[in-house]
Structure formats: structure tokens, C-alpha cells
């Protein structure tokens, strides 16, 4: 499963390196002049997870596969663009199919890297975004509103959309994000995720500073994080880039060297399943260890789901093992030799590190 985030931002301040960077890969050109990336760009990268490599070593296993993240790298939002200015709405759009937003924020200063607003002010650049997403989510509304509001005179649900939507629109009119109404309810809560507004998405800032604070920040990512109200990430999309050329094994000395522990991808996805209220199960057998992604709640069905329709329609029983009980009993055999191994049925949450073996019958 996994998730997606869409990458923002005002040209120039980065989103293509790190999109490079983060995929290992050019495919996304990286080029000093606003609207290089001329289509959104989307690629998926493994998700580092060490729990899954200790799964296989203790199954045997004959392969891994780790859960994808998806990025997509969207052109260089400007003021304007819910308007047309710049590329327009056609990027707007792509926004909309994302699970969360990534507003990338140039913290650094580089006399050879021209600023479209000729500043350096990532606060100020945050604004525009937002004010740019605010605008293309009030004409939504106000385009789609008036048929609704017509059909919810002998429709009941599309009289309590109507209603959520009327909701929404005054938020969006006095310029704040869609994502700042409290639904009253969960079925006011879906009908604003099916809106698909672009500022009812969550939101994480993403702080790209020069190479010297990659690890402590600069005084503009302190301002971002001091100010923002939602989480933030300090990143060095050049250090990321020059990560991502070299071997696995001269990576850690690398990072170490410049006082981080991890990369910036490592933090991101951290951050990302922190935002989304995401989780992992496992999967674990001779022929494979795998990672699954779902959203924390889900049922043992729901999550069999994930793997196969048909595993949630004819679900039966989930075999459950802690991801600490299966390594500390070496296994699944050392597991239901302790006890550790649960028979957990329809109404079973499936929880973080879970080792699952889905019996169901269609």
C-alpha cells in the first residue's frame, strides 16, 4: 500500500534534486529557470524498515520486499497559479490524487540559484503555496456547490454534502486551508476527504538547507518550524544527491561525517507515517519477508485486504505474531511453541511490526 505525497513548491527551491535524489535517479530534471519539471514526475523508493531483513534472517527467507513510498514531483507553483499565472491549474490538478502535501521550502541562500521572488523568505513562500491552493479550492467549491445545492432538495445525502461543502467554502473565503474545520462527525469527516479539496490534505514542510546545517538547521528553518503548525523536516537536497551516488557501504561514514544519522529520506518516511497515521505488518516465509503499509485502526480483514480482495471477503482467522515475540522465539515455530502465537478473528487491530498469516476461504 504505502503512500503518496505530492512535492510543492516555487521554482528554483530544490524539488527536483530531491526528487532525484530520493529516486537515485536524473529522471527528473534538476535546472537553474523556473517550470523545469514540465509533467509531475512520480516514482516509488523502497522503504528502509531493518525489521523486515531480521524477519528474513530468521525465516530463511529467499527474497525481501519492503512496502513503496511514492513521490510526485509537481512544477513550480507561482503566485497566481490557481489563476493560470505560470503553468496553472493543470498542476493544481495533480495535486488532488495525492495522499499528502510536501511544501518545500528553499532555506538557503545561493547567489547562483535565481529566487522567482527575488528573496529568500520561506515563510512568505509557504504563504503564496497556500494562498495559491486556498483560491483553487474556493473555486472548486464554488463551481460545484450550486447543482449540489439543487439535488439536496429531494436528496438526503447530497443535502448533508451540500451543507458540509457550504461549511468548507466559508473556511476557504476567509483564506484559511479546508484542513483547520473539525468535522462534527466521522460522516462529515468522509464527505470532506471525497471533496478532495487540496487544503484538506495534511501537510509537512520539508526545511532545504545548505550542506553546513543539514544536521542543526539554519535561522530560516528555525522561523519555518517556530511558526508553522504542522510538522517539519530539515533536508539537504544536495547532501541527499550525493548520498544517493554512492555505494551502500560508504554511505553511513558520509553522513556521519557531516553529524547526521540517517538521511533525509529515513526522516521523511518517519514523518510522513507519523502525518498519515500510518502502520506496518509483516508477512514472512521461506519465499519471501514482506512489508504492508496501512492506516492505524485497520481490522485484521482490512489489512488482508491490502494483499488480496479476496482475502478480506473469505477472511476467517489471522495467525499473529509481535514482531518482538517472533525474534525473541526465532520464529514461527518457536512462537506457537511459547504460546506467542495468537488465532485473532474479524474484530482483531492489527498493530505496528505484527507478523500476520491470513487464513480465509472464498
Known amino acids: 500500500m504505502g503512500f503518496n505525497c505530492g512535492i510543492v513548491g516555487l521554482p528554483n527551491v530544490g524539488k527536483s534534486t530531491l526528487f532525484n535524489a530520493l529516486l537515485s535517479t536524473q529522471a527528473a530534471e534538476a535546472a537553474n529557470y523556473p517550470f523545469c519539471t514540465i509533467e509531475p514526475n512520480i516514482g516509488r523508493v523502497a522503504v528502509p524498515d531493518e525489521r523486515i531483513t531480521t524477519l528474513a534472517g530468521i525465516a530463511n527467507s529467499a527474497q525481501i520486499i519492503p512496502t513503496q513510498l511514492e513521490f510526485v514531483d509537481i512544477a513550480g507553483i507561482v503566485r497566481g497559479a490557481s ?40 515563510l512568505d513562500d509557504a504563504e503564496i503555496i497556500e494562498t495559491e491552493l486556498v483560491l483553487a479550492d474556493m473555486e472548486s467549491l464554488e463551481k460545484r456547490l450550486p447543482a449540489l445545492q439543487k439535488k ?43 471533496t478532495q479539496l487540496l487544503t484538506a490534505k495534511p501537510v509537512l514542510y520539508v526545511c532545504n538547507v545548505e550542506e553546513a546545517s543539514a544536521a542543526s538547521g539554519n535561522d530560516y528553518s528555525r522561523q519555518v518550524i517556530e511558526k508553522v503548525n504542522a510538522p517539519a523536516v530539515i533536508i539537504s537536497a544536495r547532501i541527499e544527491s550525493e548520498v544517493a551516488q554512492l555505494p551502500d557501504a560508504d554511505k553511513q561514514e558520509f553522513l556521519s561525517a557531516l553529524g547526521l544519522q540517517e538521511t533525509g529520506l529515513t526522516r521523511l518516511i518517519r514523518a510522513g507515517y507519523s502525518l498519515l497515521d500510518l502502520i506496518t505488518f509483516f508477512t514472512v516465509g521461506p519465499k519471501e519477508a514482506r512489508a504492508w503499509t496501512i492506516s492505524r485502526g485497520f481490522s485484521a480483514p482490512q489489512a488482508a485486504g491490502v494483499i488480496h480482495t479476496d482475502f478480506e471477503k473469505g477472511f476467517i482467522r489471522a495467525e499473529t505474531i509481535a514482531y518482538n515475540d517472533y ?3 526465532k520464529g514461527e515455530q518457536g512462537a506457537k511453541e511459547a504460546g506467542k502465537l495468537r488465532l485473532e478473528g474479524k474484530d482483531y487491530i492489527v498493530q505496528d511490526g505484527d507478523v500476520l498469516h491470513f487464513r480465509f476461504n472464498v
Open 83 to 122: 489563476k493560470g499565472e505560470g503553468l496553472g491549474n493543470q498542476f493544481l490538478a495533480h495535486i488532488r490524487e495525492v495522499d499528502a502535501i510536501i511544501y518545500m521550502l528553499r532555506c538557503f541562500e545561493d547567489g547562483d540559484i535565481t529566487h522567482v521572488e527575488g528573496r529568500i523568505a520561506p
Open 152 to 194: 439536496a432538495k429531494g436528496d438526503k445525502d447530497a443535502k448533508e454534502q451540500a451543507e458540509v461543502m457550504e461549511k468548507l467554502l466559508k473556511v476557504v473565503s476567509e483564506g484559511k486551508p479546508a484542513r483547520t474545520l473539525v468535522p462534527a462527525d466521522d460522516a462529515e469527516r468522509r464527505i470532506i476527504k471525497n
Open 327 to 329: 525474534v525473541a522465539c
